[in-house]
């Protein structure tokens, strides 16, 4: 995974939660997010924490870097207006807290957020558009059904049709073949079978022994010490700063990487600073052989070849500086 993926892979989950029917109940309590804040809320959260990590250079630059013009917030604003999408502001705000709770930019501690977002988030969007109805996302239909668009040639705004959500597979069930957007029942994984296909599993917890076939919760990994008899290892985190790593770079702070002479994961180099790896630098900037040099932020100048800008923003091909693309409309 990209160090700014990794980074920002949290606020993607908790995205997900906010602009989805959630997982599992709404908690009550807590504060109740006016639906025209909400955007606002969630890019403040998430530049305190990309920039918290090293994956941006400020919260200033940030703000003006991501952005959250999409048209499906835009066409659920417009459904919540017209009735046909019921907006639950205190379920947005008890996911939000959770997500404010995080202080860390390790993945262990990512890792029990995605476990305390699941169990916090509610349904924030609920649709009201019946079975074999149109729609134009997921959150539209209700009892959490499924916008069926597979007719549709792009990402833009296409109507498809409301479909019943299919049963998820229980604990122990056959997952080789699932139904379209079938999974294992929450707490469980697809799990690979020695004798192929998968089975639906909960994943194991840190420090159980695991063998090939094995899933570890996440970040957690099956390694350690190998038995060499059975093949067996344990559920282990990535390695920690000044901890041994491989050259896949996968340590467990953000802002740490494996360097490639010592093995041992180490703190990222700031700007300005000596690097002789691409992949060595803050977040928010590259190595150009020797130097690590900032990518170009908001106004900058770009060259539309190549992925130079920062966050969310593109070179526009016009200016040759690096922007924001225009907000998408409502689909509605």
Known sequence: MDRRDFVRAPFTRLAVALLALGA??????????????????????????LVACAAAPDRTTCLASIGVDSAELATLKADVAAGIVVYDGQAAGACLDVYKSLTS???TAIGDLGQKLDAACGHVFTGTVAVGSACFFSEECANEGICDRTTCTSSGCCAGTCHAKPTAIPPGGDCSNPLPDQDCVDGTVCTA???????????????????????CAPPYQCGGTIDPVTNEGTCVAPPGTGQACDMSGNCDD???????????CTSRIAVGGACAAPAT???YANCDGTTCVAVAGPGASCDSALDSCLLNL??????????????????R
Do not use: H, I
């Not at 070179?315 to 409502?330: E, G, R, V, W």
């Open 105 to 107: 930019c390790k993945q």
């Open 193 to 215: 079978d020695p004798g192929g296909g998968g089975t639906c599993k909960a994943p194991l917890a840190a420090g159980a022994p695991c063998g090939p076939y094995d899933r």
């Open 314 to 331: 593109s070179c526009d091909t016009t200016t040759m500086q690096c922007a924001l693309p225009p907000a998408s409309p409502s689909c």
């Open 254 to 264: 953000a802002r740490d990487v494996c360097d490639q002479t010592t093995r041992v």
């Open 24 to 49: 599992g109940t709404c908690g009550g309590g807590g504060r109740s997010v006016p639906l025209d804040d909400l955007a606002g809320d969630l890019l403040n959260a998430e530049c305190d924490f």
């Open 281 to 283: 630098c803050v977040g």
